[in-house]
Structure formats: structure tokens, C-alpha cells
């Protein structure tokens, strides 16, 4: 399993700190923010897309069952509080632990191993293959494609996204190049770099390169470096 990216809603300092103390000890899991309310809480979880969330329930203005109602798309909940009343009602809310404060490591650990088993079931159902007919829904901003895959010729990385391009768009999907690439169907896609898939079928021509290297041009005359490594995959799949 790849790393785990956490972001904690916590209105006091200190508890934050104290959580990060004890996910120290649990190198798989990667805060990549904090919040104090839970408005921020909301704007960051919308932008980062956390797959967990550690929950403070008692915080200013809006509580942390609010922040719940508020998403569409709810990540792994572990609820963080100084009380026990909430209990109940936050299991209905499908979270995954109820930490009382202070919280000891140990209590800590068994919160984390209840989340790693719920990730990894939902990544083995969530992966699903595409073919050549398949259809996928892009939405970038406020504009939305109903993409054919056999109509997409290249993706590309852009920082924490990736860029499909297709026709004459070329919008961003927030999803690394390898969670696009392991559902590709590989008679359709080739890995030409760490930065790149191609389309097979819209490649219109294949030149020698640098050292060792491949060149392929597309049909739409983007020029893809094709790495020394996986030009020889490719030179091995098509028998050059």
C-alpha cells in the first residue's frame, strides 16, 4: 500500500501536536495538512483529497459532524475528543474509531490498522479496467467531457495532476500517472517515461534518439521521448 494522506481538523495546537506525535510512529501515513475549523477543514479536504482524516468533534462555530455534512466525498474518519457522549452517534456516521483524549499509542496503532484494512479493500474494489469501448467522465473546473478512451492519445503529469489530452482538450484529473496507468488497457497504452503514456494507435511515426532512445511522434504532432528502458520494452512488444 502507498502512503496514506492524512489531514488533521483539530482546533487546538496542542492536540495537534500530539497527534503528530504519535503518527511518528506510523511512517505510512503522510499529514499533508492541518485545520483549526471547519470551514479550512473543508477547503483543504476538497483540494487535497485526503483518504483519512483525523476528527476533532468539539470546535468553534461548526462541530466536526457539521464538516461530515458538509462533503460530498467523505474520507476515512477517526473521530479525536475529550469526550465519550458522542459515541454513538459518531459510528453513525461511519467513522472508523472514536479516540478519547489523551490517547496512548497502542489505542493509536489499533485506529490505524482499522483504516489500513478499510484503504486497501476499497483500492482493490475501486480498480476497474478499461477497454477500448470504455467511456470515462472528466471534470475540470466547471467544464465536463464523456470521454471514449480509444479517442485519448496522451497523458501527461502535471505536478500533482495529470493532463488528458483528447481532440483539442487537454483538461487535468487529480490522479497520479499510475493509479491512470494500472487501469489502461496495456494493447491500447504504452509507458513511454516517468512523465508520459502514449496511445499506440496514435503514434505516426517511431525515430532513433539519443542514447539509446526512441522518438515518437503522434499524430498530433506532440514529439514523446520514449526512455532507454522502455524503449526497449517497446522496440521487444512490436518486434523492431
Avoid at 29 to 34: G, I, K, Y
Avoid at 138 to 163: A, M, P, Q
Avoid at 171 to 192: D, G, T, W
Wanted: one cysteine or more; proline letters at 3%; a negative charge.
Amino acid at each position: 500500500m502507498s502512503s496514506i494522506k492524512v489531514i488533521i481538523v483539530e482546533d487546538s495546537r496542542l492536540a495537534r501536536n500530539e497527534l503528530k506525535e504519535l503518527i511518528k510512529k506510523h511512517p505510512e501515513l503522510d499529514v499533508v495538512a492541518e485545520a483549526e475549523n471547519v470551514d479550512t477543514a473543508y477547503e483543504l479536504i476538497t483540494q487535497l483529497q485526503p483518504q483519512l482524516i483525523f476528527l476533532d468533534i468539539n470546535m468553534p462555530e461548526k462541530d466536526g459532524f457539521a464538516l461530515l455534512e458538509m462533503l460530498d466525498d467523505v474520507p476515512a474518519v477517526v473521530f479525536t475528543t475529550a469526550f465519550d457522549e458522542y459515541a454513538i452517534k459518531s459510528f453513525e456516521y461511519n467513522a472508523l474509531d472514536y479516540l478519547l483524549k489523551p490517547i496512548n499509542q497502542k489505542r493509536f496503532s489499533d485506529a490505524v490498522e482499522k483504516v489500513k484494512e478499510k484503504i486497501a479493500t476499497q483500492e482493490v474494489a475501486a480498480v476497474q479496467y478499461l477497454n477500448e469501448n470504455s467511456q470515462i467522465f472528466i471534470k475540470d473546473g466547471e467544464k465536463c467531457w464523456l470521454v471514449k478512451i480509444s479517442d485519448i492519445h496522451l497523458f501527461e503529469i502535471v505536478g500533482n495532476y495529470t493532463r488528458v489530452y483528447f481532440k483539442d482538450c487537454k483538461p487535468l484529473i487529480y490522479k497520479s500517472l499510475n493509479q491512470v496507468e494500472e487501469r489502461l488497457p496495456h494493447n491500447l497504452f504504452f509507458r513511454a517515461n516517468r512523465q508520459q503514456i502514449v496511445s499506440l494507435q496514435y503514434i505516426k511515426s517511431v525515430d532513433n534518439w539519443f542514447n539509446g532512445k526512441l522518438k515518437a511522434t503522434m499524430l498530433s504532432g506532440e514529439e514523446v521521448e520514449i526512455s532507454r528502458r522502455q524503449s526497449a520494452l517497446f522496440k521487444e512488444m512490436l518486434s523492431l
